[in-house]
């Protein structure tokens, strides 16, 4: 009998994307994937046109020399980058994942292996959409914190840059990959339905992309009574300006009468 073996498998978010189209095939045609074939130091990768690549059976420091060779056909880079970890055990009874998070292979055909590659790569797209929104709603905390201090919180100028980076961000993620959708592997091979169950449940793929729908619709309340707020407080001070001017006009009107 086989013994089972380990494998590490990484995962970075290294652009918006990636042009897969210059890079050279090594490896069975999957659908959704691209299969760089055996690395140098050892272990397999696979790239995908949003700009993640996974390597299984390489270190992180291998992991990142791959990456660092893929520069050239990289198109707006992330000034930080997402990285995914994980463990496969291949020789196992049945495809899934064990209590430990560790996820169960029965053998290490491709099409297993990509489905693992693809969905560790989405777990780390949405790790840097999380890490984004994030950033947004820490930097809203402020504003909101002088409104219940009964201020409004800062300029619109300030603001909109602010909530269209975050919902940019969300927008070029979702065009490009779906998180949550079931991959074109399943679809062809049938049979890895449960280990791509399996996958989704253990990095909660659906959870966390329903999650980010939840955060950016809060964010969008947010900046709509920001600038609401703002806009209110623009109102009332032409309002009070047109008041101050009729007094001002009556007032030198009067003038002009009891003083001729």
Known sequence: MVEPSTLAVHALLLAERLDTRALERRGPVLPGVLSLGELPGGGCAFAFRWGAVVT??????????????????????????????????????????????????????????????????????????????????????????RLRRGQLGMPTR??????????????????????AAKPDLVWDHPELAPLHAAL????????????????????????????????????????LAVVLLIATEVATTLYGLIMP
């Open 56 to 145: 299984i059976g390489a270190s992180l420091d291998q992991a990142q020399a791959f990456a660092a060779e893929l520069r050239p056909h990289l198109q707006d880079t992330f000034d930080t980058l997402a990285h995914e970890a994980a463990e496969i055990i291949i020789g196992a009874d049945q495809d899934g994942a064990d209590e430990a998070g560790r996820i169960l292979l029965r053998d290490a055909s491709p099409a297993r292996l990509a489905l693992v590659a693809k969905a560790l790569a989405k777990s780390a797209v949405l790790s840097q959409q999380e890490a984004t929104l994030a950033r947004t709603l820490d930097r809203l905390e402020a504003p909101l914190e």
């Open 158 to 179: 300030l603001i909109v840059p602010l909530i269209g980076e975050a919902i940019a961000a969300r927008a070029r993620s979702a065009a490009r990959v779906d998180t």
């Open 200 to 239: 989704a449940a253990e990095w909660e793929l659906e959870e966390r992309t329903e999650a980010l729908s939840g955060k950016l619709e809060m964010i969008r309340e947010i900046s709509q009574t920001l600038l609401d707020l703002t806009e209110t407080r623009r109102s009332r001070l032409l309002e």
